[in-house]
């Protein structure tokens, strides 16, 4: 009772040693215990007022049988192990925060609940969380990406070569796999997805996911095209193609670049 009746002085605290510690409370493995603590206690709001509204907002139970999605996120948070990556694991507190100020019923949309918008929602509450928390720009971006990519997951199996391959090559790619586990297990506990991502990566060799650029902008630029808007676009269908293992060499890229853009000076 004390604890709540001074829970307003929180706010006191500077942002740097909130941040510090509930990033403790996150990795040193007994993080569900610890924001169920910060709950009863009603310091969830003043520290983290977008997690505060989670409890009580309903998912389909086809997707999420546990139930809302506080009882997810903490599902999630009693997976993380002690030692997790900061990042990591501010990316699973935070990954599903776009769904409250996003939720429609059933009786709303005539099917089913939906979250319409919730990544993009979520990735945008995310940043601003970071902002207010005072984390580091490499921090913020890499939290801001799993909260904006946690759902592409359920398309790598439909996904063009070209666009898998990218996709692996977001940085850190082993913390957005681990994010997908996690949400997987505490849920419909489905890891179709992960599997296949999995086997992508062991059989995969790392030349085909990252392959040296065929031709550049200078490469162009000395085959005698002037630059242009139309630069950038010439290079990325080049690289599609050469992910998509259309072309392999540079000769097959020039053919390729003369096919989009003529000779030079026509």
């Not at 009746?5 to 610890?34: F, N, Q, S």
């Not at 907002?57 to 009693?78: A, N, S």
């Not at 913020?140 to 090559?169: C, E, G, W, Y």
């Not at 059989?203 to 242009?228: A, F, H, I, N, S």
Request: proline share 7%.
């Amino acid at each position: 009772q004390a604890i709540q009746l001074h829970a307003p002085e929180i706010a006191l605290v500077y942002a740097e040693r909130i941040r510090e510690e509930l990033t403790k409370l996150l990795t040193e493995g007994a993080a569900r215990r610890g924001f169920e603590l910060l709950e009863s206690a009603a310091l969830l709001p003043m520290l983290l007022p977008e997690i505060a509204r989670m409890p009580g907002v309903e998912q389909p139970p086809q997707f999420h049988p546990e139930g809302d999605v506080w009882i997810h996120t903490r599902m999630m948070l009693e997976e993380l192990p002690a030692g997790a990556s900061p990042t990591l694991a501010w990316g699973v507190l935070l990954h599903d925060v776009g769904k409250p100020p996003t939720f429609r019923s059933a009786a709303d949309t005539g099917d089913r609940i939906r979250f319409d918008g919730h990544v993009e929602t979520g990735a945008l509450m995310a940043a601003e969380i970071c902002a207010r928390l005072k984390f580091s720009g490499d921090d913020t971006a890499q939290i801001v990406s799993l909260v904006a990519n946690h759902l592409r997951f359920k398309d790598v199996v439909q996904m063009r070569p070209s666009t898998l391959k990218r996709f692996v090559r977001l940085p850190r790619f082993d913390e957005h796999l681990e994010l997908h586990r996690l949400d997987c297990i505490s849920s419909h506990r489905q890891l179709e997805a992960y599997h296949f991502v999995r086997r992508f990566l062991e059989e995969t060799p790392p030349e085909q996911v990252r392959p040296q650029r065929l031709l550049t902008g200078e490469d162009l630029k000395q085959l005698g095209y002037k630059p242009g808007p139309l630069f950038a676009k010439v290079l990325a269908a080049l690289e599609d193609a050469q992910l998509e293992g259309q072309i392999t060499s540079r000769e097959e890229a020039v053919r390729l670049v003369r096919q989009s853009l003529g000779k030079p000076g026509d």
